[in-house]
DNA sequence: TTAATATATATGTATTATACATCTATTTAA
DNA sequence: TTAAATAGATGTATAATACATATATATTAA
């Protein structure tokens, strides 16, 4: 790779995440926070999951992960249901206020993409998000 | 924007966020945490600078700056000129050392970047990289 | 010129997201 | 049936950040 391209990219991702962590306070959407979001994003489509599954697939520790749900279940955003095959565990679910929140939320935040991105083409969206997918799912 | 598309946008912006983040023991390449290497990143191309264009740059707090640029002053990779024009502020300025602890982080993150993206081709990067800063710059 | 205000930086404090280590209860394997 | 493994919870530490406040210097207005 050419030194200068991978100095600039380098530089443009941090950046990224630099922004994207100072802006936390802005993208406190609603009454939810990112992780949050994220966990609600994920079990709306595949509920219920255990926590220790939630971890894998959003590749972060389990402690963090049973931190986190322990917070949007004292919301009342999701609910724990016995795991019929294992008495350790427990499946999530998210509730129907869960479902709620999570749908203002993602109101909110269609609004902002629409004004970062109100300048790219849908093709440019698309190339961008594949590119994203990539990065991700890499190694 | 088609809903779907910001909704995979969304989350996969939010997943790169967060890797980076816990990725950040690997991310520390020899003696330069991510902090660290910015700082230096920019007054390699632009010393010196004080603390204040600094923190606009990165855009970030200039409490964050002052701190970060204290811990790489105890490190030597710094040092710090009187502000001829302004009693208040001082010039930062990077050293011999901190260009040296630059490169060899540099060096190493050659390596990972051309790791995860071997199988990219270098218009791919271009372009990706074209998107970031894009991102990053629209306000 | 002097007093009021603004600014650059440093420091005190709080918050948040995370990992790792350890603990308990349960499951699985030898 | 005991030993080892696993799921999850909790204790603790760390890092990056912002905001509030303090201090010294600069700038502006009277």
């Known amino acids: 790779m050419e030194q200068k391209l991978m100095d600039t990219m380098d530089f443009e991702l941090a950046m990224l995440i630099r922004r994207a962590l100072s802006v936390q306070?802005?993208?406190?959407?609603?009454k939810l926070d990112r992780a949050a979001y994220l966990l609600l994003y994920l079990l709306k489509n595949k509920s219920p999951m255990g926590i220790k599954a939630i971890a894998e697939e959003?590749?972060?520790?389990?402690?963090?992960?049973?931190?986190?749900?322990?917070?949007?279940?004292?919301?009342?955003?999701?609910?724990?249901?016995?795991?019929p095959k294992d008495g350790r565990a427990s499946l999530i679910q998210i509730t129907s206020a869960g479902m709620d929140e999570f749908m203002l939320a993602k109101t909110a935040r269609v609004?902002?993409?629409?004004?970062?991105?109100?300048?790219?083409?849908?093709?440019?969206?698309?190339?961008?998000?594949?590119?994203?997918?990539?990065?991700?799912?890499?190694e």
């Open 25 to 30: 306070s802005e993208m406190r959407l609603g």
């Open 58 to 83: 959003l590749r972060l520790d389990g402690s963090t992960i049973s931190r986190q749900i322990a917070s949007i279940e004292a919301k009342g955003y999701v609910e724990r249901l016995p795991d």
């Open 111 to 138: 609004q902002r993409f629409e004004e970062i991105f109100e300048s790219w083409t849908e093709e440019e969206m698309v190339q961008f998000t594949t590119y994203l997918a990539r990065l991700n799912h890499a």
